[in-house]
């Protein structure tokens, strides 16, 4: 399959490099191996920025690099945000994004970014289009980004507003779910699936090891677990159902608290003392897979809501990297796997499909290892360099 190659590529994100990898990071970082990629951190909270001047925190260069070919920009202190809650703030908002489209302009002069593809994870990217003399314009849609944001009326307008006209004014419009994509394509024809996908050298190379995390090894069989970032979508309610229904079975949870709400703090750590969960915490990324082939059937605990119906989770990929039996709420998404997860259809049945996948699970070990090299962040990046490089032939005069 072809990889585009030899372009110079500045893409504006939402999500700083050195945070959990995510889809766009994924992309990205494939990208600058045949590519020049400059990769636009968001800009800083105003008080983040006076500590990181003050020596709070370490202070980061505009432009690092760390490793050939792609450069990390962060804006100097002068150009953070102030917010978003009052009148001054958006004004001075407004002046610092005119100061940060210059800056971040002679940034991409100063590294030779000429004729770049200028590439948007972020929907209140709009001020950018045209500011860099690109030559195509590459929008990444992988949030319900009409749900994303619940910050006030004013602010949410501005991000629907700016979210359209990025659809409206793309060369190309990736979405990473099928709602989306049908969302896409009511302001855009030249919009196309681009689902999540998985580091599938990593997962395959912990499956020929033998070695289990140490503390893994004093957990009883049989192992569910979850592996992943604990947030506002995850039913934390369903985790504790499982504890307390099913106590001969050990609940297994690997990853960060973020953004949880403080009445699911208080499920949370109801859910940590009873005696068959297990949370080990964060780990790093590549140590992961062996905690996910340590399971016995890996679960999505998703909760239903306009945000998880439009996603398209990296766990399952990364769950069927490892051949594990996946049992998930029924995200639509998670339907195009079918038969090699297991759907709970409403809240009673997640029991029984587990139990399901626990007696059957092992069936389609190899059918989903498969399936989730179909889906290779290699193989993913392939699929839309063949769509992004039909367009750059097109537009050649």
């Not at 003399?133 to 307008?157: K, P, R």
Request: aromatic fraction near 10%; charged fraction near 25%.
């Amino acid at each position: 399959m072809v990889v585009l190659s030899g372009e110079n590529i500045v893409c504006i994100t939402r999500r700083p490099w050195h945070s959990t990898w995510k889809t766009d990071q994924q992309i990205m970082s494939r990208l600058a191996r045949t590519n020049r990629v400059l990769y636009v951190n968001p800009p800083r909270p105003l008080r983040e920025a006076v500590r990181q001047a003050l020596g709070v925190v370490s202070r980061v260069p505009v432009v690092s690099s760390p490793r050939e070919n792609l450069h990390i920009y962060q804006e100097p202190i002068l150009l953070a945000g102030w917010g978003r809650g009052h009148l001054f703030s958006r004004a001075y908002n407004r002046v610092a994004e005119r100061l940060r489209i210059a800056h971040l302009r002679e940034t991409t002069r100063r590294l030779g970014f000429h004729s770049p593809i200028l590439w948007s994870y972020d929907p209140l990217a709009s001020w950018a289009i045209g500011a860099f003399g690109e030559i195509l314009f590459v929008y990444s849609v992988i949030d319900n980004y009409d749900e994303y944001f619940s910050t006030g009326e004013i602010w949410h307008t501005r991000v629907r507003a700016s979210h359209r006209e990025l659809m409206r004014r793309a060369d190309v419009v990736f979405a990473v779910s099928e709602p989306l994509l049908q969302q896409c394509l009511e302001y855009n024809p030249n919009s196309f699936l681009a689902p999540n996908g998985v580091s599938f050298d990593l997962f395959e190379a912990s499956m020929r090891s033998s070695d289990t995390p140490p503390d893994v090894v004093p957990i009883p069989r049989p192992i569910i677990g979850f592996i992943g970032v604990l947030h506002s979508s995850i039913d934390l309610g369903l985790l504790e159902e499982i504890a307390q229904h099913r106590p001969d079975w050990s609940l297994m949870i690997v990853g960060p608290v973020e953004g949880i709400a403080y009445g699911d703090r208080r499920v949370f750590q109801r859910l940590c003392s009873r005696v068959n969960v297990y949370y080990l915490g964060a780990k790093p990324p590549n140590v992961l897979p062996d905690y996910v082939k340590s399971c016995d059937v890996a679960i999505m605990p998703y909760r239903v809501n306009p945000l998880t119906f439009c996603g398209d989770s990296q766990k399952l990929y990364e769950y069927l990297a490892c051949g594990k039996p996946v049992v998930s709420t029924p995200i639509p998404s998670v339907r195009r796997h079918l038969p090699l997860v297991e759907i709970a259809e409403y809240p009673g049945d997640f029991l029984a499909r587990v139990e399901r996948a626990l007696r059957d699970g092992h069936r389609l070990h190899s059918e989903r290892m498969a399936a989730a090299r179909r889906n290779s962040w290699e193989r993913r990046v392939c699929e839309m360099s063949e769509i992004l490089l039909r367009r750059l032939r097109a537009a050649t005069p």
